[in-house]
């Protein structure tokens, strides 16, 4: 049982950086998926990276080269390093956690599979 909460967002210019923060409380074990997601214009929640249980990360392709997720085991949170924002990249950003023993879905970074997500950090970037 975990409970995720984000941080990190807020204003920043065209070419600047953010890094969000997915603070996670409680224990967890498994073969463990993270996301991390932005609300986009669509029926479902667009993915932008996600890192899987063995350290295998995928990201989209708008935002390869330029995000980058990790995470601390130590302090029990996932980060989403963001370089070279673009106005584009605006959007509510959430982190996702999920349990990936289904045959590797957790690459395809879609929301469907994952079953708890935090309440969203807004990014602004203006141009």
């Known amino acids: 049982q975990v409970q995720l909460v984000e941080s990190g967002g807020g204003p920043v210019q065209a070419g600047g950086s953010l890094r969000l923060s997915c603070a996670a409380s409680?224990?967890?074990?498994?073969?463990?998926?993270m996301g991390w997601f932005r609300q986009g214009a669509g029926n479902e929640r667009e993915g932008v990276a996600s890192?899987?249980?063995?350290?295998?990360?995928t990201y989209a392709d708008s935002v390869k080269g330029r995000f980058t997720i990790s995470r601390d085991s130590a302090k029990n949170t996932l980060y989403l390093q963001m370089n070279s924002l673009k106005p584009e990249d605006t959007d509510m950003y959430y982190c996702?956690?999920?349990?990936?023993?289904?045959?590797?879905?957790?690459?395809?970074?879609?929301?469907?599979?994952?079953?708890?997500w935090g309440q969203g950090t807004q990014v602004t970037v203006s141009s």
């Open positions: 409680g224990y967890t074990y498994g073969r463990i998926c």
């Open positions: 890192i899987a249980d063995d350290g295998t990360t």
């Open positions: 996702a956690h999920g349990y990936d023993y289904g045959g590797g879905w957790c690459m395809t970074v879609r929301p469907t599979k994952f079953s708890l």
